[in-house]
């Protein structure tokens, strides 16, 4: 039998320009956590995977990144493929040897302490984590505080896991070490560094 040929989705139609938009907005999102922004860029990707995370992921990732995929990103047969034609990153079996993590189904995300959580000499060497999430616009109002957070700001969305903050208040006592989180929702993405801090919630 003929081995299963994948077809694979093209990246952005201008790379070097689309890459430098993109990074842009995930800079100005890490700037300004809590604030939705939007990758305006046209992207292709796998049917799995979120515009976004398409984009972030040909933007931030190269040969020297090295990458961990949740189980439903491993178990679509075009994600790895695409992935390394396109980024070159190697995809690593131990979540506590990736730079970064792609989760297609974040209600499903291990214990956060089982990421790289950076060293006192080196705390920028921790995984970044990039969540598909159902919606950055409609669900739990969540109100965050912290450096680029003029008092606190409100952000409403509907995540998964819906203990997010709670587990992310690990990296209160961890600081300056911890785990950056990005956020997306279709091309939507909201960036959550280490240093934000949930101040409240409601319905």
Not at 16 to 30: G, K
Not at 41 to 69: F, K, R
Not at 175 to 184: A, Q
């Amino acid at each position: 039998m003929a081995p299963m040929t994948i077809e694979l989705q093209p990246g952005f139609a201008d790379k070097v320009l689309s890459a430098q938009s993109t990074f842009r907005t995930v800079m100005e999102a890490m700037a300004r956590p809590g604030q939705v922004m939007v990758v305006g860029d046209e992207v292709g990707g796998p049917s799995s995977m979120m515009p976004g995370v398409a984009a972030i992921a040909l933007t931030l990732l190269d040969q020297e990144t090295p990458l961990w995929l949740d189980e439903a990103f491993l178990r679509a047969p075009d994600v790895g493929a695409w992935l390394k034609f396109h980024t070159g990153a190697p995809i690593v079996g131990r979540s506590d040897a990736a730079s970064f993590a792609l989760i297609a189904e974040p209600a499903t995300l291990p214990d956060l302490a089982s990421f790289a959580l950076g060293t006192p000499e080196y705390p920028d060497r921790s995984t970044t984590l990039i969540l598909q999430v159902p919606s950055l616009t409609a669900g739990q109002t969540f109100h965050l505080r912290g450096p680029g957070i003029d008092g606190m700001t409100a952000l409403t969305a509907s995540l998964a896991p819906a203990d997010l903050f709670a587990r992310l208040s690990i990296n209160e006592a961890l600081f300056p070490r911890g785990l950056d989180v990005i956020l997306v929702d279709g091309r939507s993405l909201v960036a959550i560094p280490r240093t934000t801090r949930l101040a409240s919630s409601g319905v």
